[in-house]
């Protein structure tokens, strides 16, 4: 596997590969835009500038402009990523890699001497790293941990890569990355949603740490995830099978388990023309990591994320799921209503078939008795349904609008472009320079203890 990680180059890479990687990164940088306006992100950012500071130089910030140290930054802009659940994953991981390893790649990037092509070559690089280590950790675990657990590998592979270490001292950097990637209870916020989300900030500042460690010689377990014979398979075909093409890209902000009930919910009532205000009833059947997302109405943004019932209500009493659903929709009469005369029930069928199928049936009963129900239904942005080039690039446009359409047309060019000379510098000027974000509005919690 070590090979890999240094031998990698832009020719080995398929042009279907090429074309994920900056569909992936289009898509990434547009949520960080959006996550920009959370306090979640205010707070991490001003954490990582004050207490994480930059040392000899250090690394910009994710559209901050401030300056941590390359681990710091990195910290920083996982959390910013993961602070608006709109992000890519892959089922067999339950969680996500490109939350991980796009801001270790640009803590790495920023003042290093790297060209597009071998930007793209390193994004690549750590999705099939941080892959690969969570479905080995998924398979070797009692507990379903937060994705921070594995893709710290993935930013460790990364920030070696750049970093130019041999390969013991990046075998050692993989080793330190398992053993200090954090493994959080996933499950636990999903009962409490709350700021430690996915854990992907921590395992970003556990990964890039543990390859600039090991530079200065400090020695790390081996990982198991890499090096276990019952995980041998999982990395024999590097280079073969791409698990970048994998990667699901979420149509709506929320968690990806609660997507196939809007999905249905949102296409059962257009099809039979059924308006809000006449719906009296709604049923949801699904896998049981869903149903544990619940229909409990939402007090923060963590807490509408990470629901069930309420991104179901959003979409069906506004016409449309965005940042305005998961911020304002908190207090919206309309959507509380329909939350209320929302029911949801495991589907064992389902429970059996995630998490590599996420299915979802709903039921709309109309005010007159009238019933309709909807077939299985999955979300679309899988492998096998993938959001189309131009929904990908709408979706950066609306959640990237604080950045006004000149910075975007810039980012879209670069990323594009990113082979050619001078795209790379012009991306990493447009994403690391400072933002004035327009705050989300202010979760009632947050308002409380202010």
Request: aromatic letters at 6%; one cysteine or more.
């Amino acid at each position: 596997m070590i090979p890999f990680v240094h031998g990698l180059r832009y020719a080995d890479l398929p042009p279907d590969v090429v074309a994920q990687a900056k569909r992936c990164l289009l898509d990434l940088v547009g949520v960080a835009a959006a996550g920009l306006r959370t306090d979640l992100s205010r707070i991490v950012r001003g954490y990582a500038h004050r207490h994480l500071g930059a040392g000899e130089g250090g690394a910009r910030i994710l559209f901050d402009g401030r300056r941590a140290s390359p681990a710091g930054a990195a910290f920083a802009g996982a959390s910013t990523l993961d602070a608006f659940d709109a992000h890519d994953g892959h089922a067999l991981t339950k969680g996500h890699a490109g939350v991980a390893v796009l801001p270790a790649l640009l803590a790495a990037a920023d003042g290093a001497r790297l060209d597009g092509r071998e930007f793209l070559t390193a994004l690549v690089l750590g999705y099939e790293v941080s892959t690969r280590a969570g479905i080995a950790l998924h398979a070797s675990a009692c507990d379903y941990h937060t994705s921070g657990a594995w893709n710290a590998l993935g930013c460790a592979a990364v920030t070696a890569r750049i970093l130019g270490l041999d390969p013991a001292r990046t075998r050692h950097a993989l080793g330190i990355a398992e053993y200090h990637g954090p493994r959080s209870q996933m499950m636990r916020c999903i009962d409490h949603p709350t700021m430690v989300k996915d854990g992907s900030g921590w395992g970003t500042l556990a990964g890039v740490s543990a390859a600039h460690l090991a530079a200065d010689g400090f020695t790390g377990a081996p990982a198991i995830t890499t090096e276990a014979e019952q995980h041998r398979a999982l990395w024999d075909d590097l280079g073969a099978r791409w698990r970048i093409r994998e990667q699901y890209l979420k149509p709506q902000p929320v968690c990806r388990w609660a997507q196939p009930a809007i999905e249905a919910a949102v296409a059962l009532a257009a099809r039979h023309c059924i308006p809000p205000e006449r719906i009296a009833r709604v049923r949801i059947a699904t896998f049981a990591a869903a149903v544990r997302l619940g229909t409990r109405p939402p007090a923060t943004t963590e807490e509408a994320q990470y629901a069930l019932g309420f991104p179901v209500a959003a979409a069906l009493a506004r016409g449309r799921l965005g940042a305005a659903e998961v911020t304002e929709g908190l207090r919206d009469p309309r959507v509380l209503g329909l939350l209320a005369r929302i029911a949801v029930e495991e589907e064992p069928a389902f429970t059996a078939r995630f998490p590599a199928e996420r299915l979802a049936v709903v039921t709309i009963e109309r005010e007159d008795g009238a019933v309709f129900a909807s077939g299985p239904t999955a979300a679309p942005g899988d492998p096998d349904s993938p959001l189309s080039d131009a929904e990908v690039a709408e979706k950066f446009r609306l959640l990237a609008e604080d950045l006004g359409p000149a910075r975007r047309r810039r980012i879209e060019d670069a990323v594009a472009g990113l082979e050619t000379d001078g795209a790379l510098a012009a991306l990493l000027e447009a994403v690391l320079a400072p933002v004035e974000a327009r705050p989300l509005a202010a979760d009632p919690a947050v308002l409380a203890t202010a």
